[in-house]
């Protein structure tokens, strides 16, 4: 699996899985396109190779968004890692959490999306394939989990969103897919293992819930980011990818 010559776009891309995606594509020869709202991870992943090229950018923002797909090339992959995961029922869900869950989580998406496939679609044509990468999780219209209504809503939107688009331009040589990870191991994860009333039980939990016994590692999805965004998945399109060690068995 390699990925010379191919330039990547990713967001969320200063901690986490986000940044081992960049790590994971510049390792098979990819140019990758780092955004991120936090400068200092930015600046930090820039060091790491020459084949990183970092940019402040907030998917919240339809035209810084719109901005930046003017001014790039068409790209050959895009990753939508950047997301939110409220904790809480339906009943613990005020109007405020949900309309920034929805706005991050599924309209960012859209709009990254809207903007930057018409480049994608021109630099299809000149290669015959080029991949959307959509962060969904299995926590989605996959498997239900407690408290996290908000966060399994907008990841299902997240899988038909995918799907539509998939559908929309699998003859023009774009292909899209969710990638739904389970429980990984991110600075995301720890934050709110430490916000639990018990963090040590609250952790204990999370690994119980993995018949594999243990958390993924970000590394562990990069690698299937980076497939799903190589010329060797190029008959994969449309598909919510689990990566879950086992959950939803």
Request: one cysteine or more; charged letters at 20%.
């Amino acid at each position: 699996m390699r990925l010379e010559g191919k330039t990547i776009l990713i967001t969320a891309a200063g901690q986490g899985i986000g940044r081992a995606s960049v790590q994971a594509c510049v390792a098979q020869g990819a140019r990758v396109i780092a955004t991120d709202i936090n400068l200092d991870a930015l600046e930090s992943l820039q060091r790491e190779s020459d084949l990183i090229e970092t940019r402040f950018l907030d998917v919240t923002d339809a035209e810084a968004v719109n901005a930046l797909a003017a001014e790039l090339p068409g790209l050959d992959g895009l990753f939508n890692c950047a997301g939110f995961v409220h904790h809480g029922t339906i009943l613990e869900l005020s109007d405020e959490d949900w309309d920034f869950s929805v706005s991050l989580n599924v309209t960012s998406m859209i709009r990254m999306c809207r903007a930057f496939l018409p480049g994608m679609l021109q630099r299809a044509q000149q290669t015959g394939s080029v991949s959307i990468l959509n962060m969904a999780s299995m926590a989605s219209s996959i498997k239900g989990f407690p408290a996290r209504t908000a966060y399994g809503t907008t990841k299902a939107a997240v899988i038909g969103l995918t799907k539509a688009i998939a559908a929309d331009y699998v003859k023009q040589g774009l292909r899209c897919n969710a990638l739904c990870p389970g429980t990984v191991d991110t600075p995301s994860l720890r934050g709110r293992i430490a916000a639990a009333a018990d963090p040590v039980q609250a952790e204990k939990d999370f690994i119980a819930r993995q018949p594999m016994g243990r958390l993924a590692q970000a590394s562990d999805i990069a690698h299937m980011v980076a497939y799903l965004l190589s010329d060797e998945s190029q008959l994969v399109t449309g598909q919510a990818m689990l990566v879950d060690g086992g959950v939803t068995i």
